[in-house]
T-cell receptor
Framework: NAGVTQTPKFRILKIGQSMTLQCTQD?????MYWYRQDPGMGLKLIYY???????DKGEVPNGYNVSRSTTEDFPLRLELAAPSQTSVYFC??????????????FGPGTRLLVL | AQSVTQLDSQVPVFEEAPVELRCNYS??????LFWYVQYPNQGLQLLLK??????LVKGINGFEAEFNKSQTSFHLRKPSVHISDTAEYFC?????????FGKGTRLSVIA
């Protein structure tokens, strides 16, 4: 299994440009997540999905959109890039354990710079 | 609402010395607790998790953590660190909801 894959690995955008960060998992997990990581701030949840066709906002959703048309894919869309969106973006997926807990598996990240 | 506090943002330690990374959480009900590790330029990997039962949880790479309900803590320990343990460590909590992460502790192992 490849696990969670993310593309691209790096991207530089100009202010106002748009882009889609791709995320794919091959573990048949229902739950998928998008986080952003800023230095010293830990991970902040942007959006998450509990299954195909279902998405919900996390802590910092403004400026982003998501869709979940299949179990495997969970793309993150930036419509009008702003310098505040310079960050490292991580996608994760999870399965439910025997105790009802979730264990999340993370992709390698996408480093985005907005100038 | 859940929250996680990692009391130290940076912890320098000499190679082969013991280390403890502290984590406190706030929750009024039973929780699941996790420690993740992030090596430079990589995603997060699960180190260990506490679900129920024994309060001492053993994880990968010689790490262990102890759940203390009365102190709402879940501190991570290793008796002897290696250079390869240099990384950022994140504590996380879940109450059947998306994980809530702490801000991370950067462990720097000095030769």
């Amino acid at each position: 299994n490849a696990g969670v894959t993310q593309t691209p690995k790096f991207r530089i955008l100009k202010i106002g440009q748009s882009m889609t960060l791709q995320c794919t998992q091959d573990m048949n997990h229902n739950y998928m997540y998008w986080y952003r990581q800023d230095p010293g701030m830990g991970l902040k949840l942007i959006y998450y999905s509990v299954g195909a066709g279902i998405t919900d906002k996390g802590e910092v959703p403004n400026g982003y959109n998501v869709s979940r048309s299949t179990t495997e894919d969970f793309p993150l869309r930036l419509e009008l890039a702003a310098p505040s969106q310079t960050s490292v973006y991580f996608c994760a997926s999870s399965r439910m354990g025997l105790a009802g807990e979730e264990t999340q598996y993370f992709g390698p990240g996408t480093r985005l710079l907005v100038l | 609402a859940q929250s996680v506090t990692q009391l130290d943002s940076q912890v320098p330690v000499f190679e082969e010395a013991p280390v403890e990374l502290r984590c406190n959480y706030s929750s009024s009900v039973s929780v699941y607790l996790f420690w993740y590790v992030q090596y430079p330029n990589q995603g997060l990997q699960l180190l260990l998790k506490y679900l129920s039962g024994s309060t001492l949880v053993k994880g990968i790479n010689g790490f262990e953590a102890e759940f203390n309900k009365s102190q709402t803590s879940f501190h991570l320990r290793k008796p002897s660190v290696h250079i390869s343990d240099t990384a950022e460590y994140f504590c996380a909590v879940s109450e059947n909801t998306p994980l809530v992460f702490g801000k991370g502790t950067r462990l720097s192992v000095i030769a």
